[in-house]
């Protein structure tokens, strides 16, 4: 049988208050506020940091499968889970597959991981949801969603067991996006709430419910998926769910996250729950996708695996709807003529892909020594070509010296350039810039820790490496 | 190893210098025909008699010939020298070993950099690694260094900035004496203090314009200088440091000293026989990319104690006036800073200081010029060090 051996999430540390979208476009706010990926952020970058906290004080090496769902995926063609298997260091040798086209991807690659522990129970399958979706600027959408995602490692033992599942498909037009589009369409409103989410929710919930011979009040949660506050409403009350099984549907504090969302909301409550809960996780899109979930264990408190809980406590608010446009570069935002475009070489990246995508320093043989980029001859003791590589990704450091540059073209300057070590017995040091900080608050010797970022576009594609931020 | 072979092996018996600024209606030939007949006429010599050229640029010129073009030699060894900020000083060091060896007589020097023709505001791009190192400017790279040795030095970020300004204030100064400067005008120190952030704590006052320019000198060997002209300088030495440039990678590099230019500063030294550089040294051009450079490099040259440079900023040492005036034309702070050209245009000043023809910049007595000039940034430096010395 499934089971849940790890959770993990990211939540971006910048937030935005619905009543500043509302006041930008002089319409009605809705309540709450949303998380906001980084302008170096996108669902890759998103889901290595769900990843790494999902596979914290846990041994990569027998991760045998990588799924990634997303609707947001950078690229149409390319695969986003090779890149993501390659930052988290895990193994070579593993099965990588990306799912898309639907809300529901997240939880379609949660099914297709059962089967694979189903058909191998040797196997351990790191299952990923991250997603970055826009909403038409003054439209509704933009207030409700969010940027998040969350990540599971399924194999056939674990604290928490997937008794059963149920799945249907439906073909309806009522939220969708061609390859053309950058913003989400939708049908109209109470099509798409009435014969979309309600009645596919209705049948699925029936359905399963009349087959098991079960009802509702036979769990202890109800992780049900809503587009938005109004819908969540509605359907638990619909449900008749009683107060106490409804779990958090994080549209007040991140927003709706496509396809990561249900599953953001599944480590949530898993966070929360006990020995002997069962959960019921409820995800829509194009059809329903229902898991019974049975705690047999909680999951120990692992201060370095920080989840939807830890995320949610580390924010920073974006101060106002204009910053929001030039974060999700919404709009051409004059950068001044100071360099020409960025430049970028494939045979490059590729060459360097382990030290870019996994930030691995060199320890050279001959004097033990740390050196980050790897040099093949050792700068202390000159002994040349005789090195082991360490994983600096994970760790965390210090600041040893910074600049806030406002010269260097940046989306939000400045740009805080970074001198940091890193908390490794033989000392290393890595030269790079801040993510994720309010510049009036940087100082020599704070802690910080790495986080994965997208550098640049250039050259048509995506250039990914590691920065700073204060630790979250 | 002979570091002091050069020493009063070669003269200078003439140099050029253009206007340095925003160049719009000169091109990189241009600048090259003013500098080098400006040289030309200096040392009363004709482009006919130059028997070998070094060009020094980083960007602006392919080859020797570059300057082959627009001076229109007749086949004769022309070599082009790149060696980042160093590049005019290493040309000069280049040539003078030539003419030190005996090769050839006469030797024509040029540094040149054209800038402005970017359409873009600070300094063009070249091609890197497309994500490690990138996000960075020269100011973000030399800030880093400031804030290290504030706090190294328990000096507030505030103070520290103060001292700063006054180098610049001093610069400019300097600068509205020097005609051919791209600044040419006093700041206060509260417009220096005020000014924009650049990368901080380097505000815009901290940092060197873009600008064009290009200067030569012409040299030939210390005994028959006296046959072209009476005023010539000698070269005492020089000094050319550089390391692995890892420092930003390494650990045990702390910022708040630059260990190539103590050890370029010690090669020339050495070369020039010079042992108490703050007494023997009579006024010096420094590499003031950044103030906060220039102060570093008080020290790494040791005409500051370690860690002591703002006592002997705030006691005024490298004013005009002061014990060891710094930057007696204005520096890369006021005069400018096209790259292949400044080294060159660092000696152009020492060469007037030394031969009594600064003008209102004019210094009392000098007997010893140093020059120094270093591409790179705190952990990857590229300096070179040059001293002159009057003829008696």
């Not at chain 1, 009543?19 to 709450?32: D, Q, T, V």
């Not at chain 1, 399958?125 to 509704?140: E, F, H, K, M, T």
Request: glycine share 8%; charged share 25%.
């Amino acid at each position: 049988m499934a089971c849940i051996k790890s959770t993990g999430a990211y939540v971006p540390f910048h937030r935005l208050k619905r009543e500043e979208i509302g006041r930008a476009w002089g319409s009605g706010p809705l309540s709450g506020e949303k998380a906001i990926a980084n302008y170096d952020e996108d669902s890759i970058t998103m889901a290595v940091e769900a990843g790494m906290d999902c596979l914290s004080g846990f041994n990569r090496e027998e991760i045998n499968a990588l799924y990634f769902a997303s609707t947001t995926a950078p690229y149409r063609e390319k695969q986003a889970a090779a890149l993501i298997a390659n930052a988290l260091a895990l193994p070579r040798n593993i099965s990588t597959a990306d799912f898309s086209g639907s809300l529901r991807a997240g939880t379609n690659a949660i099914m297709a991981a059962m089967d694979a522990v189903s058909a191998d129970p040797s196997r351990n399958v790191l299952v990923i949801a991250s997603d970055c979706r826009l909403g038409v600027p003054g439209s509704n959408f933009e207030q409700v969603f969010g940027d998040g995602a969350a990540a599971l490692i399924v194999g056939s033992s674990g604290n928490v067991r997937i008794l059963k599942s149920y799945s249907h498909a439906e073909e309806i037009i009522d939220i969708w996006r061609t390859q053309e589009d950058r913003y989400v369409k939708m049908w109209e409103e109470r099509f798409v709430f009435l014969e979309g989410y309600i009645a596919n929710v209705r049948e699925a919930v029936t359905t399963f419910l009349r087959e098991e011979g079960s009802t509702l009040k036979d769990f202890t949660k109800v992780v049900l998926f809503a587009p938005d506050q109004r819908n969540f409403r509605e359907v638990a009350r619909m449900l008749r769910l009683e107060k106490e099984q409804i779990q958090n549907p994080l549209l007040e504090e991140v927003g709706n996250t496509g396809a990561a969302h249900a599953l953001m909301m599944m480590v949530n409550s898993l966070e929360e729950a006990k020995a002997g809960d069962r959960l019921l996780l409820v995800s829509y899109g194009d059809g329903c996708d229902l898991f019974v979930l049975q705690v047999e264990k909680e999951f120990s408190q692992n201060p370095e695996r920080r989840g939807i809980r830890g995320f949610l406590k580390s924010r920073m608010f974006i101060k106002n709807y204009e910053k929001y446009i030039q974060m999700k570069r919404l709009m051409q935002v004059e950068t001044g003529r100071r360099r020409p475009p960025a430049m970028s070489s494939a045979s490059v990246l590729h060459r360097d892909r382990d030290m870019v995508l996994g930030l691995y320093a060199g320890k050279c043989k001959g004097c033990g020594r740390l050196f980050f980029p790897p040099q093949r001859v050792c700068l202390y003791c000159r002994t040349k070509d005789q090195y082991d590589t360490v994983r600096l990704a994970d760790k965390k450091g210090k600041l040893f010296t910074f600049c806030k540059d406002f010269l260097a073209q940046s989306i939000d300057p400045p740009v805080i350039t970074s001198i940091v070590h890193l908390d490794l017995e033989e000392g290393v040091r890595v030269f790079c810039t801040m993510s994720d900080r309010d510049p009036d608050t940087v100082k020599v010797d704070m802690p910080v820790e790495m986080t994965f970022k997208k550098i640049s576009e250039a050259e048509g594609f995506f250039n990914y490496f590691w920065k700073c931020r204060p630790v979250r | 190893m002979r570091v002091d072979a050069i020493r009063d092996k070669v003269a200078i018996i003439g140099m050029g210098c253009t206007k340095f600024g925003e160049n719009w209606n000169k091109s990189v030939d241009d600048m090259i025909v003013d500098a080098a007949y400006e040289a030309f006429s200096d040392a009363g010599i004709s482009p006919d008699d130059v028997q070998a050229a070094w060009m020094g640029t980083m960007a602006s010129g392919l080859g020797g010939i570059s300057i082959g073009i627009p001076l229109k030699f007749r086949n004769i060894p022309i070599s082009r020298v790149e060696n980042a900020c160093a590049t005019g000083m290493d040309a000069l060091r280049n040539a003078s070993m030539s003419v030190a060896l005996g090769m050839y007589d006469i030797v024509l020097v040029v540094g040149v950099e054209k800038l402005k023709d970017s359409g873009l505001g600070g300094l063009p791009e070249f091609f890197s690694h497309p994500v490690y190192g990138q996000g960075f400017t020269a100011p973000g790279r030399w800030a880093l260094a400031a804030t290290r040795y504030f706090e190294i030095n328990n000096i507030p970020p505030e103070e520290g900035k103060r001292a700063l300004a006054k180098i610049s204030v001093k610069n400019h100064h300097n600068g509205s004496m020097s005609p051919k400067a791209h600044f040419q005008r006093d700041i206060t120190l509260e417009q220096a203090l005020n000014a924009p952030i650049i990368a901080w704590p380097l505000g815009l006052f901290d940092c060197c314009p873009t600008t064009d320019g290009a200067a030569a000198a012409l040299i030939c060997p210390a005994d028959m200088a006296p046959s072209f002209t009476q005023d010539y300088v000698l070269i005492k030495g020089f000094g050319l440091a550089m390391g692995p440039g890892l420092g930003k990678e390494d650990i045990d590099f702390k910022y708040d000293r630059l260990p190539e230019t103590i050890a370029a500063g010690q090669q020339a030294y050495a070369a020039a026989g010079v042992k108490e550089p703050r007494k023997e040294i009579s006024c010096a051009q420094l590499h003031d990319c950044f103030t906060i450079a220039e102060l570093l490099e008080y020290e790494a040259l040791g005409f500051s104690e370690p860690g002591r440079a703002l006592d002997d900023v705030e006691a005024g040492t490298f004013t005009l006036e002061g014990e060891l005036p710094v930057n007696t034309d204005g520096g890369l702070k006021a005069f400018g800073h096209p790259i292949g050209a400044t080294g060159l245009r660092m000696c152009y000043e020492l060469y007037h200081q030394l031969l009594g023809k600064a003008g209102p910049r004019q210094i009392k007595n000098p007997a010893l010029g140093l020059a120094m000039a270093q591409g790179g940034h705190p952990g990857m430096l590229m300096p070179i060090v040059t001293i002159l010395g009057r003829k008696d």
